[in-house]
């Protein structure tokens, strides 16, 4: 059984920052793909970051240039920096581990989120 604790998540203006951090009950070796995704009431859940093994990441359009993912192996832990933060940018916030060959990825785990709201 493989954990995620999402933390970091609070109430934040806009043009704000804010760090989530995930936090895996394990090593992260073994999943080469980690990252964050959001999800807004009514929307579907949405690509926020990810970043693997070697280190490659891949954003969605709606957060580049404002948001950088990284990953401890240490610390078996994922982190997104999030800067420039906008209204649009309030949902659940979750963490997400998967092991993957190509473009197939299993098996794949989720945590619980953490809320993120950024009004003024």
């Known amino acids: 059984q493989v954990q995620l604790a999402e933390s970091g998540g609070g109430l934040v203006p806009p043009g704000g920052s804010l760090r989530l951090s995930c936090a895996a009950s394990g090593s992260i070796f073994r999943f080469n793909v980690m990252g964050w995704y959001r999800q807004a009431p009514g929307n579907e859940r949405e690509l926020v970051a990810t970043i693997t093994s070697d280190g490659s990441t891949n954003y969605g359009n709606s957060v580049k240039g404002r948001f950088t993912i990284s990953r401890d192996n240490a610390k078996n832990t994922v982190y997104v920096q999030m800067n420039s933060l906008k209204p649009e940018d309030t949902a659940v916030y979750f963490c997400?581990?998967?092991?993957?060959?190509?473009?197939?990825?299993?098996?794949?785990?989720w945590g619980q989120g953490t809320q993120v709201t950024v009004s003024s």
């Open positions: 997400k581990a998967a092991r993957c060959s190509g473009a197939t990825c299993y098996p794949e785990y």
